[in-house]
């Protein structure tokens, strides 16, 4: 026999539990190790897709398409009455005009349904503020027509309100911002 000692199999390293130097002020960290992102896609391959962009953006889309689409029909109906001033279809083709208004109207409506109850507050003091400016303007004016000014066509009074409107959202958009 030999006067070795027999071979011991090497002790494993402790087993360290997770978080148990968490907070050591002791132990020095390491940076984690740098991670290889892949090039950017080139321009033919930029990943938007036309669909994407189309659910993103879709009120504003089709609020366009649909303003677009009574400016359109405006202009066409105005010029076939003016061209037409005796026909008796006169009156349908200047009524047209109000198909994709209500579609606007719609569009807004459904708009606002969607907002949250913060944007409703400010949207309704918006619109309140706009139609209470608004009565108040054309109400005014009509004494004035009394008066001796010139009658103004009731087509005014929608671009008007919706004019005061904007105006509303934004006094109240700076008096939000100011407040804090």
Known sequence: MSREDPPTTPLESPVDPLFSRAASPFV?????????FPSPPSWGESGILPIATFVTYKSQILFGLAVLAYLMVLVGSVTAVRANPDAPWRYEVAFLPVFPAGVVVWLTVRALARLDEVA????????????IATALLTFGYGFLEGGGLPH???????????LLWAVGLGILNLKTRFRH
């Open 28 to 36: 020095r960290t390491e940076a984690p190790a740098p991670v290889a």
């Open 152 to 162: 103004l066509n009731f087509t005014f009074v929608l671009p008007l309100m919706a």
């Open 120 to 131: 409703k507050r400010t949207q309704m003091q918006a619109l309140g503020f706009s139609m």
